[in-house]
């Protein structure tokens, strides 16, 4: 069965951090662009940070804050997350696209080339 699933989310106080992980099975992480999306009430879906053959992006948004890691003996990439903002909060969903081949295409257009994309984990930041 292929998989792909997120967890680490939950409620921080801003300035916290999170650590967000997503563990594919059934499929190898190694051939696929991955990106972590997330969309929060109200707003469009956004690429917050994306990794495909070693190279990383990352959106304006959380540049310096956020940093994206893979994990290929695992089958698992990571989400880091410090400096965490009130607007930060939303649903974030990890994806993989096995047609993307940067980093940057992965968080601009990778979701809707999409093959696998897990169910989403919630993160609030709120004092």
């Known amino acids: 069965q292929l998989q792909f699933v997120e967890s680490g989310g939950g409620l921080v106080r801003p300035g916290g951090s999170l650590r967000l992980s997503c563990a594919a099975s059934g499929f190898t992480l190694d051939y696929y662009a991955i990106g972590w999306f997330r969309r929060a009430p109200g707003k469009e879906r956004e690429g917050v940070s994306c990794?495909?053959?070693?190279?990383?992006y990352y959106a304006d948004s959380v540049k310096g804050r956020f940093t994206i890691s893979r994990d290929n003996a695992k089958n698992t990439v990571y989400l880091q997350m410090t400096g965490l903002k009130p607007e930060d909060t939303a649903v974030y969903y990890c994806?993989?696209?096995?047609?993307?081949?940067?980093?940057?295409?992965?968080?601009?257009?990778?979701?809707?080339?999409?093959?696998?994309w897990g169910q989403g984990t919630q993160v609030t930041v709120s004092s």
């Open positions: 994806a993989a696209a096995w047609r993307i081949t940067t980093s940057q295409d992965m968080c601009t257009m990778g979701w809707e080339s999409r093959d696998y």
């Open positions: 990794i495909s053959s070693g190279s990383t």
